[in-house]
């Protein structure tokens, strides 16, 4: 059966109505997850059976060392790869259900980004490169700079709307990537190292700010890291070694 993703309309819950006995929904639930990757003969499993879920609203870090399959996990979580086997459903779609051009619909109207490295047009203002999101999706130009001008300016921003990337400090350039994220009001942010290149001090004011806006807009945050520090902020902390998961925890700081 074909899923058109077009006809799926984002959820608008109001956290404070909903009684607390009733659990929020999941978002993201991985079933099963494993995925091999074959060199010559030989095959290599990055991940093995993965089994999580993460809700709606929830900020979840998962933590491991390089070659632990932390990034793979994230690819899959964000509809970039397939499982060999088992099962990655987001909002609902089984991503093994759709073809690729659903799969980018999906991105698109679901998650949002936010890389170690930026990623951001250098040739491009912080206004342009946060746009960029709303133009693909159609948004019209004055809608566009409305919103993008109420995002910059709520990161601290507005006095950097026309500088191009490297006029900005590293702090500065990742809450013009957080606000890209942001921007098209996605159910889940994805943070890949988002302070793997930062200082101490911005990383702080970083992660602050990506606690603070997902409170805020009520977006669902999960964050993959290899710094304790980062992977504590969360509200659960997963620790994936050698392709498995070793512990799911609450962090009873967060509570």
Sequence with gaps: MVINLKNIKMKSLDKDSISDHIEEPNVIEVKNLTKMYSYGDNEFAALKNINF???LGEFVSIIGPSGSGKTTLLNMLSA????????????GNDINMLNNSQLAELRNLKIGFVFQSFNLINTM??????ELPLMIQNVPRKERLER?????????LSKRLNSLPQLLSGGQQQRVAIARAL????????GDEPT???NTEDTENVMEILDKMHKELHNTLVI?????????????????KDGEIESIKENKKKV
């Design 53 to 55: 879920n993460v809700k």
């Design 183 to 190: 921007i098209t009001n996605p159910k889940i942010i994805l």
């Design 80 to 91: 970039m790869d397939r499982p060999t086997s088992g099962q990655v459903i987001i909002d």
């Design 148 to 156: 993008v001008t109420d995002m910059l300016s709520r990161l601290g």
């Design 224 to 240: 993959v890291t290899h710094n304790p520090d980062v992977a504590d902020k969360g509200e659960r902390i997963i620790n994936i």
């Design 196 to 198: 793997g290149n930062l």
């Design 125 to 130: 203002s912080a206004v342009e490169n946060v």
